[in-house]
């Protein structure tokens, strides 16, 4: 029997990896998407947090070189991605870490678009313009509620025009991600808030959305 289109789903994910302790498994995910050199993306907040630290001896024990990117603020700006880009592009890097929340993920994708589509960030806003495949990409989410780590979405900072780039595409989906709640320890109460904020938006936005 035959049934209409708009009975059917379509779910995108990436690799999904969940539980405690998961954030061991960082270098034989990254070594298993052909990675040799990580460039590892983070902001301050979670380097004092440890947890970059112990994301590094996880690198090490599976015999990884990596590099560390850390200039990454609140809502991402385009210069953030650019210089980024001419870090992993500088050290020869093959494999895209992101250990963080929306900012770092999203400064992570906007880094692989630019390592194999080259140009400026800025070119790529919209929907699927994007076409080349960008880097493998591992992210580890130290927030719950954005939904950075398995979309297809990036937002970044314009700087220029002062506003806000939504880029859309399936080739930055992130190949893994990993989930460990011993993360979410070290998340700040008014994060929290916002994040379940987020969460709900996006529940809300899946449900109204006219898009099959």
């Not at 603020?73 to 880009?85: I, K, S």
């Not at 494999?95 to 080259?118: E, F, M, Q, R, W």
């Not at 998340?187 to 938006?201: H, Q, V, Y």
């Amino acid at each position: 029997m035959a049934h209409a289109d708009e009975d059917l789903l379509k779910f995108e994910v990436p690799e999904i990896i969940c539980g405690i302790g998961g954030l061991s498994k960082i270098g034989c995910c990254a070594r298993r998407l052909g990675g040799e050199k990580i460039l590892l993306v983070t902001d301050p907040g979670i380097i004092d947090a440890g947890w970059v630290d112990e994301a590094i001896e996880y690198l090490k024990k599976d015999n990884l070189k990596f590099v560390i990117y850390d200039n990454v603020v609140t809502n991402p700006r385009d210069f953030q991605v650019e210089q980024g880009v001419q870090l992993y592009n500088r050290e020869n890097c093959d494999v895209l870490v992101a250990v963080g929340g929306g900012s770092p993920i999203d400064t992570a994708k906007g880094i692989g678009i630019l390592a194999s589509n080259h140009g400026s960030i800025n070119e790529y806003e919209g929907c699927n313009l994007v076409t080349q495949a960008v880097p493998p990409l591992v992210c580890v989410p130290t927030t719950a509620g954005t939904g950075a780590d398995v979309s297809q979405f990036a937002v970044v900072a314009d700087t220029r025009n002062k506003s806000k780039m939504t880029i859309l595409s399936r080739a930055i989906m992130p190949d893994i991600s990993l989930l460990d709640p011993r993360l979410l320890k070290t998340k700040p109460d008014d994060l929290m808030e916002a994040t379940g904020m987020d969460c709900l938006t996006h529940a809300i936005e899946a449900y109204v959305s006219s898009l099959s």
